[in-house]
């Protein structure tokens, strides 16, 4: 290597390595073995939401949260409707489950209050 000017980021981070490796080998404490190179900053991370995992969840939570997407979907579609934009037949057909898949809510709802999810 010609000079340290023209090396990335990633080739000073290993030189750096190499360097600290062979100074811990010699048994030099003045390098530690994690420095980092002075352009270097460290990577800040981003926090990561307290939600539970998909796996986490009861198959009866997974199916209510399908539902009430399912219930959304529709009282968005029924408020397009209300401002005057006319539903296709696949719409339509989406309208009227809307009292079924709220029946299916509603039981799924109970079953989880009496075991307390």
């Given at each position: 290597?010609?000079?340290?000017?023209?090396?990335?980021?990633?080739?000073?981070?290993?030189?750096?390595?190499?360097?600290?490796?062979?100074?811990?080998?010699?048994?030099?404490?003045?390098?530690?073995?994690?420095?980092?190179?002075?352009?270097?900053?460290p990577v800040a991370t981003k926090?990561?939401?307290?939600?539970?995992?998909?796996?986490?969840?009861?198959?009866?939570?997974?199916?209510?949260?399908k539902l009430s997407k399912k219930?959304?979907?529709?009282?968005?579609?029924?408020?397009?409707?209300?401002?005057?934009?006319?539903?296709?037949?696949?719409?339509?057909?989406?309208?009227?489950?809307?009292?079924?898949?709220?029946?299916?809510?509603?039981?799924?709802?109970?079953?989880?209050?009496?075991?307390?999810?």
């Amino acid at each position: 290597m010609s000079g340290a000017d023209h090396m990335s980021k990633a080739q000073k981070k290993n030189a750096a390595k190499r360097k600290n490796k062979k100074a811990a080998a010699a048994g030099a404490e003045d390098a530690p073995a994690n420095a980092l190179v002075a352009e270097e900053k460290p990577v800040a991370t981003k926090p990561v939401a307290e939600a539970p995992a998909p796996s986490a969840l009861a198959p009866e939570e997974k199916e209510l949260r399908k539902l009430s997407k399912k219930l959304r979907e529709i009282e968005k579609l029924q408020s397009n409707v209300d401002a005057g934009t006319v539903p296709d037949e696949t719409q339509l057909a989406k309208l009227a489950k809307r009292d079924e898949i709220q029946a299916q809510v509603d039981k799924l709802q109970a079953a989880l209050e009496s075991v307390g999810l």
